[in-house]
């Protein structure tokens, strides 16, 4: 009952159709479980590259923060220079807060503490100011003080000069 428009087909015709549909659904298949396995091990190195770069902001964090309480110990330290009894062990004690605060900062010193690094390359000079300003402030103090002595010398003085040495005169009186 097959009409004479069909054409019949022969085993190796068909034998071809087949291979090329499982070839192109071998092909198709593999596309797809590429998608897949690209999709799910691009999510792995985006959690990965993200859990590296939170650990590294944590540990600037953390760095940050020592480095915030070290310049605090610097400056509270530079503003009691000037009260303390030994200058130059002071001076020495906060040019080794200021190293101490460079190791700190470390390499990201250029990118990330910017703030922190100009400030730090200030503090060198302006610690060198303050040993002036104190060293100054020291000479005033003694040139007072020697003005003082010396102005109570000449007010010494003067008390003495003061006094007339004929009324303590002590010799013999004459008799009349």
């Known amino acids: 009952m097959s009409s004479n428009k069909e054409k019949k087909l022969n085993r190796s015709d068909v034998r071809v159709g087949i291979w090329k549909f499982v070839l192109s659904f071998?092909?198709?298949?593999?596309?797809?479980?590429?998608?897949?396995?690209f999709f799910f091990k691009s999510y792995d190195t985006q959690t990965e590259g993200i859990s590296r770069e939170a650990e590294a902001y944590r540990a600037l964090q953390g760095r940050s923060d020592l480095l915030k309480v070290q310049v605090d110990t610097i400056f509270s330290r530079m503003s009691r220079l000037n009260q303390a009894d030994?200058?130059?062990?002071?001076?020495?004690?906060?040019?080794?807060n200021v190293n101490d605060a460079y190791n700190i900062m470390g390499k990201d010193s250029a990118d990330n503490f910017k703030h922190y690094s100009t400030l730090m390359k200030q503090i060198r000079p302006m610690l060198t100011l303050k040993n002036k300003i104190v060293e100054v402030s020291n000479r005033k103090k003694i040139a007072i003080r020697n003005a003082n002595d010396c102005r109570g010398k000449v007010d010494n003085m003067e008390d003495v000069l003061k006094i007339d040495p004929t009324r303590k005169f002590s010799g013999g009186r004459r008799k009349r």
């Open 26 to 37: 071998i092909v198709l298949a593999v596309v797809s479980f590429t998608g897949v396995f």
């Open 86 to 96: 030994n200058e130059a062990l002071y001076s020495s004690n906060i040019i080794d």
